[in-house]
């Protein structure tokens, strides 16, 4: 539990000439869920884009598995064991649901222990999400938003990750969806997978998450356990309240 899989330093972020982090310092450790909170325009997305190598200008270290990922692409990271399942889900939708999990498939994975990492199978994946084993042979396209978003997770955990960045994943579903999704961090938790979750909903976070991070203006204005962050009103009042 003690050892960091991810780690930022002084991680800067710019989209064109617009500096939107400034100096963002994070770690997330094995088998736990981090959140990283703050309100919209704040900095979440572009922070978990920029570990993941998808922003074209970004300084600082990011260390991941020990490896430093600060200048490599997406695809080495993913390689690697980081998972990445952005806001707007992205899902084939002329491919069947089968079909997008078997975009996502990558080998087994073990850890430096030599212990198994999680694997992941289309049958597992249906117990974990119960709608998508209603529908294997369903286009991407012609599910809800909700049952998109299960697919774009399902398929990040085709990969096995070691550690999976969840950008935002209670914005604009049903109720019903987001209870599932809280279901399923604790699962992915349960089973020794590490999550950053990007998040605005102070009590999905609060379901799910052992540390938080606020972001505000690119900048971490707080670290501590989601239990502190709970607790402090003046922090959530002037970084996280609407």
Not at 20 to 25: A, G, S
Not at 62 to 91: K, M, Y
Not at 138 to 161: D, F, I, K
Request: no cysteine; aromatic share 6%; hydrophobic share 40%.
């Amino acid at each position: 539990m003690t050892t960091s899989l991810l780690e930022t330093k002084a991680l800067r972020a710019w989209y064109g000439a617009a500096q939107i982090l400034y100096d963002v310092d994070l770690s997330v450790r094995r088998g736990e869920v981090v959140a990283l909170m703050g309100r919209n325009g704040a900095g979440k997305s572009t922070t978990l884009k920029a570990i993941m190598g998808m922003l074209a200008k970004r300084a600082g270290s990011i260390r991941f598995l020990d490896h430093d990922i600060s200048r490599t692409e997406p695809h080495h990271a993913s390689r690697l064991g980081l998972g990445f399942v952005p806001e707007d889900r992205r899902v084939f939708t002329d491919l069947t649901v089968m079909e997008n999990l078997e975009v996502g498939k990558q080998p087994a994975r073990r850890w430096d222990d030599g212990t198994d990492a999680p694997l992941w199978t289309p049958e597992k994946l249906f117990k974990l999400f119960p709608n998508l084993g209603e529908m294997p042979n369903r286009p991407g396209g012609r599910m809800s938003g909700g049952e998109q978003q299960m697919l774009t997770v399902a398929r990040t955990l085709m990969g096995n990750p070691y550690l999976v960045l969840l950008d935002e994943p209670s914005e604009g579903v049903a109720p019903v969806i987001v209870e599932q999704m809280a279901h399923m961090i604790l699962e992915l938790k349960s089973r020794g997978v590490s999550i950053l979750l990007s998040e605005q909903n102070m009590h999905f976070a609060e379901l799910v998450s052992d540390r938080a991070y606020v972001l505000e203006k690119g900048q971490i204005r707080f670290d501590g356990s989601m239990a502190e962050l709970a607790a402090n009103e003046e922090v959530r009042r002037a970084y996280l309240s609407v």
